[in-house]
């Protein structure tokens, strides 16, 4: 797959997050949480659900990651969810078509377009799910957005 690397600037986004140090599978036990939690509180969705990444090393045994649901104004935390608001950011943005076990490829690529011109990435980075499970049940349909904030 070939992939567009872009430069962008993206807004503030508040969201409710659950961020712990986990496996990564256990992605699926925090979705519904945040759903539902965003549910009972009458919220709207501002966005698309993401994750964010605060190491840059990948291990999919023990990562300190966030999910998170954009959601349109501040509400208590509750048990491991909490709002946050991640700041405006430039980042450089790659859209990934496909299966997430494809996903490496435009990883790779975002990792030379960052040596290449020798950026500095701030953590954590982001991916967002922008057609996914509940969109389609077809892997091959779902659309990520990888997104790695620059410094200045």
Do not use: M, N
């Given at each position: 797959m070939s992939y567009k690397p872009v430069i962008k600037q993206v807004g503030e986004v508040l969201a409710l997050c659950?961020?712990?140090?986990?496996?990564?599978?256990?992605?699926?036990?925090?979705?519904?949480?945040?759903?539902?939690?965003?549910?009972?509180?009458?919220?709207?969705?501002?966005?698309?659900?993401?994750n964010l990444y605060y190491s840059h090393e990948f291990d999919e045994y023990e990562m300190d990651f966030a999910t998170c649901l954009p959601v349109n104004r501040v509400v208590a935390d509750k048990d491991k969810i909490?709002?946050?608001?991640?700041?405006?950011?430039?980042?450089?943005?790659?859209?990934?078509?496909?299966?997430?076990?494809?996903?490496?490829?435009?990883?790779?690529?975002?990792?030379?377009?960052?040596?290449?011109?020798?950026?500095k990435i701030l953590l954590p980075s982001r991916e967002l799910y922008l057609k996914t499970f509940g969109h389609t049940d077809n892997p091959e349909e779902f659309i990520t957005e990888l997104q790695f904030p620059i410094a200045e």
């Open positions: 659950w961020r712990e140090t986990s496996p990564l599978v256990e992605v699926g036990e925090r979705i519904p949480a945040l759903f539902h939690y965003a549910a009972e509180q009458e919220l709207e969705l501002t966005g698309p659900l993401f909490t709002c946050i608001t991640l700041p405006a950011a430039r980042v450089l943005s790659l859209v990934h078509y496909g299966p997430y076990e494809k996903i490496v490829e435009a990883y790779k690529t975002a990792r030379d377009y960052i040596s290449e011109r020798g950026l």
